[in-house]
C-alpha cells in the first residue's frame, strides 16, 4: 500500500515533466532549425520576458504551433515576425527591447559625462 501512495504521489508531482515533452517537430530538419531560431527571438507574453523557446505556457505552446505551420506554409522568418508584431505589437520581439536596454546602459555613463564637463566649466 506505501508503494502505490509512493507512485500516486511521484506521478502528481512530476506532471510538469510530461508538460515539457517535445511537440511535434517539422519533418525538415532544415525549416525545424529555422523555426527554433524563431523560438529564441519571440517572448512570451504570460511569462517574465521568457522566450517561448523555454516557456511552458499555452500561450508559448499556440506560438510554437503557430510558427511552425507558418514555415511549412513556406513563409520566411521577415513574414513570420512582421505577422507576430501585427497580432501582439513589437514587445513581442526580444530585438525590440535592446535598443531600450543600451539607453538605459548608456544613460549613468552620460550623466557622469555630463557631471564633470559641467563642473569643470564652473
Do not use: D, M
Given at each position: 500500500m506505501q508503494n502505490l501512495i509512493f507512485?500516486?504521489?511521484?506521478f502528481l508531482l512530476c506532471?510538469?515533466?510530461?508538460?515539457?515533452?517535445?511537440?511535434?517537430?517539422l519533418a525538415n530538419p532544415k525549416q525545424e532549425q529555422q523555426a527554433r531560431q524563431i523560438f529564441l527571438q519571440v517572448k512570451c507574453l504570460t511569462?517574465?520576458?521568457q522566450?517561448?523557446?523555454?516557456s511552458d505556457s499555452d500561450f508559448a505552446y499556440?506560438?510554437?504551433?503557430?510558427i511552425r505551420k507558418e514555415i511549412a506554409n513556406g513563409k520566411n522568418e521577415a513574414e513570420i515576425k512582421e505577422m507576430l508584431i501585427k497580432n501582439f505589437g513589437s514587445h513581442i520581439l526580444i530585438s525590440?527591447?535592446?535598443k531600450?536596454?543600451?539607453v538605459l546602459i548608456l544613460m549613468p555613463a552620460l550623466l557622469i559625462f555630463l557631471h564633470f564637463l559641467v563642473k569643470r566649466r564652473f
Open positions: 507512485f500516486v504521489i511521484f506532471g510538469n515533466v510530461w508538460a515539457l515533452s517535445p511537440q511535434e517537430r511569462c517574465q520576458g522566450v517561448i523557446e523555454n499556440s506560438l510554437r504551433q503557430f525590440s527591447q535592446k531600450v536596454y543600451l
